[in-house]
């Protein structure tokens, strides 16, 4: 991995209007991501973390407004960073897919049910500049097969044609279709069966390996992040609560959230854990409470943490948290072998 | 099993939708029993009939063939009485608790309204004592402060709670719970879950239990059963532990190799059963034989694909329709035993 990161995200506010006052979605978000790169975002709904993605390709609705902060990118056509939330809209239809694909959430709504898959393709390469027909063609059918669809079937039907794993499988080509350096994913696998889901991380995993684009995928799917991710980011309320190396995270977790969504999640292998919730529900984001986000829900909360936010700093190699008293969290497993440098999802 | 009367009993039940000139054979002979207190997990892929089963089992749709038995009789000979009775013992819990409340009543009346239909109770008094008493249940507590709230106050895990505290109005026997969990937030799943355990052992229910997810499904029904359902058959059934540590049928075992865990090595290393063919067959052309053979890595020519296997005994304790577990995976086992 170089050391030049291919999305650099800094210091990023979004708030949206409401009829209250102003919702805080996300705070203060900052984050490197590198050249070839996974990192997976996770949380509950409600933590911000779709507004970060949409913040990323300047995709938010009309009531949402960035409140500070950069998006810097670099990579493709541009050596040195560019700031994609001051990028103008011609700029941006040249960042949009060339640089920077975003795949949604709901691929069963994605695609234009009256046009067919070949349209489709056609149209959004235009969009961004590319007017070789013939071109793009050839390159949309090599990446059906590399998605495992029958290239000449899928390119040639209509949407309804297809099942929810194809339509998601067309989308992720879709994406890949002008080779961008940076893909973000919005829940790629929600609503799909668990065996159309194998294909699909599969499928993620050798493209990514193959293409060499950075990968962001927002999930709220734990186990997806441990099996795709190189690294994690966790949100809370708005706010990066913790951000370390994959292996790191899972099993030395440095924040209570983060160990709440862990001992909340059933297991297929062992005996049957004891499973914990996390009591009560995230807070109001108009008016967040003055220290930690999570201090009201958390076991290990002190009045300290009711009083000052805790800052986000490293607590071990590579691994950020935002708690007061993240030594007092257990170890889940001791490293192995396999440490943690070394991990090859 | 050798228990006495199973509470419930679904025999040779089949399940068939017109569409047009064409038949979707949505359920095909399936037979399950149910014995009182115990949980079965319905478990198995969009289109599999865990939910058609579901609603034949609560009375909410009416099998094609086959027959349903509730305490013994033939629930379609039930009439009158004994026909709002059997109602009344089966209650069901949606998926999406954003749609299976009406916005415009409050908890009190929602909950209410089933007390005074079925006369449970005689007037507002004992009512709201009543409803106090089932949000206490289903832990929304204080009771006080949520009984008059109205759904669009609540929580997803919250409403799904009322939807609990809404079956369980009529003192019902069986629950059915189709996808209770899936749509709320992983944090508040398993609490929800611990509540719907307690209440079984508390108001000794019995719960058919449908979802997709097979680790929710152990969890639940770590001391029930696991069925699963693949194209509108039963495929594989036995304890929740042992259907999935020991998959038998090879539809089981690519389902639990196939999901990823909440644990980066092992999640990485697991070994995958890889299947022949991605796509699930539509209801419309069931492949002959075991349904399952187009895909199936195991599959033998000219037997899967001519010979519909029945449920069977395994080497295991539980009972798998696979003409290959039934023989050649226990050959092959034995074999490597020996060697080694």
């Not at chain 1, 099993?251 to 004891?274: D, F, I, Q, W």
């Not at chain 2, 027959?67 to 109602?87: H, I, N, P, T």
């Not at chain 2, 037997?303 to 539980?318: F, H, I, K, N, Q």
Request: contains cysteine.
């Amino acid at each position: 991995m170089s050391h030049q990161p291919v999305l650099s995200i800094q210091n990023l506010n979004v708030e949206y209007t409401a009829r209250r006052g102003k919702v805080k979605a996300v705070r203060d978000v900052s984050f490197d991501v590198f050249p070839g790169e996974t990192v997976a975002v996770i949380g509950e709904s409600g933590c911000g973390k779709t507004t970060l993605a949409l913040a990323l390709v300047r995709l938010l609705p009309r009531s949402a407004k960035i409140a500070g902060g950069k998006v810097l990118f670099q990579g493709g056509n541009y050596s040195t960073p560019i700031d994609v939330l001051r990028l103008n809209q011609s700029q941006l239809r040249a960042f949009r897919w060339r640089n920077c694909a975003m795949v949604f959430q709901s691929a069963l709504n994605a695609l234009n049910p009256v046009l067919k898959v070949s349209a489709q393709v056609q149209e959004t390469a235009r969009a961004h500049g590319e007017h070789d027909a013939k071109q793009i063609e050839e390159r949309a059918l090599w990446l059906f097969q590399q998605v495992r669809l029958d290239p000449r079937r899928v390119y040639n039907a209509y949407p309804h044609e297809l099942s929810g794993g194809m339509r998601q499988r067309v989308l992720l080509a879709l994406g890949l279709l002008l080779d961008p350096q940076v893909v973000i994913l919005d829940e790629p696998t929600t609503a799909l069966d668990v065996l159309t889901q194998r294909t699909i991380i599969e499928v993620l995993k050798r493209l990514r390996d193959e293409m060499g684009f950075a990968l962001i995928f927002i999930s709220h799917d734990l186990s997806m992040a441990a099996e795709l991710a190189h690294r994690i980011v966790t949100m809370y309320a708005g706010k990066v609560v913790e951000i370390g190396q994959v292996n790191e995270v899972f099993y030395r977790p440095k924040h209570p959230y983060t160990l709440g969504l862990m001992r909340a999640v059933p297991n297929l292998s062992g005996g049957r854990a004891e499973l914990v919730s996390i009591q009560g529900s995230p807070p109001d984001l108009i008016d967040p409470p003055r220290g930690c986000p999570f201090a009201p829900r958390c076991s290990y909360a002190q009045p300290i943490c009711h009083e000052q936010p805790p800052p986000l700093e490293m607590r071990a190699t590579d691994h950020a948290s935002a708690c007061h008293f993240w030594d007092r969290l257990p170890v889940l497993r001791e490293s192995s072998e396999a440490s943690s440098r070394e991990v090859n999802p | 099993m050798s228990q006495p009367t199973p509470i419930l009993s679904l025999q040779g039940v089949h399940k068939y939708f017109k569409a047009g000139r064409k038949t979707i054979r949505v359920l095909q002979d399936v037979s399950l029993e149910v014995a009182e207190g115990e949980i079965v997990c319905l478990v198995g892929e969009s289109g599999c009939g865990k939910t058609t089963t579901g609603k034949i089992i609560a009375g909410l749709a009416a099998p094609t063939a086959g027959k349903v038995f509730f305490e013994g009789r033939d629930v379609s000979q039930l009439r009158g009485e004994d026909f709002r009775a059997y109602r009344r013992a089966v209650q069901i819990v949606h998926q999406d608790p954003y749609a299976s409340l009406n916005p415009t009543q409050t908890l009190y009346r929602m909950l209410s309204f089933p007390l005074f239909r079925h006369r449970l109770v005689r007037n507002g008094a004992q009512a709201r004592a009543r409803v106090l008493e089932l949000l206490q249940l289903v832990d929304l507590t204080p009771p006080e402060d949520f009984i008059d709230k109205f759904p669009h106050q609540l929580s997803g895990g919250q409403r799904q709670r009322v939807s609990i505290a809404r079956a369980l109005t009529v003192n019902p026997r069986l629950i059915v719970a189709d996808e209770p969990v899936s749509m709320v937030d992983v944090s508040i799943r398993v609490s929800l879950l611990n509540t719907l355990s307690d209440l079984q052992r508390r108001l000794r229910l019995t719960f058919v239990f449908i979802t997709h997810d097979l680790a929710v499904a152990r969890y639940f029904a770590w001391e029930g059963r696991i069925a699963v359902m693949y194209l509108g058959r039963i495929v594989e059934i036995g304890s929740a532990p042992e259907v999935t540590a020991q998959p038998q049928h090879p539809y089981t075992r690519a389902l639990i190799t196939s999901l990823p865990e909440p644990d980066p090595e092992l999640t990485r290393h697991k070994e995958r059963l890889s299947l022949r063919s991605e796509d699930i067959p539509s209801l419309l052309r069931i492949p002959s034989g075991c349904a399952f053979h187009p895909r199936c890595p195991w599959h033998v020519p000219k037997v899967c694909d001519v010979t519909l296997p029945e449920l069977a005994p395994t080497e295991g304790r539980s009972l798998a329709a696979c003409h290959v577990t039934a023989q050649t995976s226990r050959h092959l086992e034995a074999l490597s035993a020996q060697k080694a």
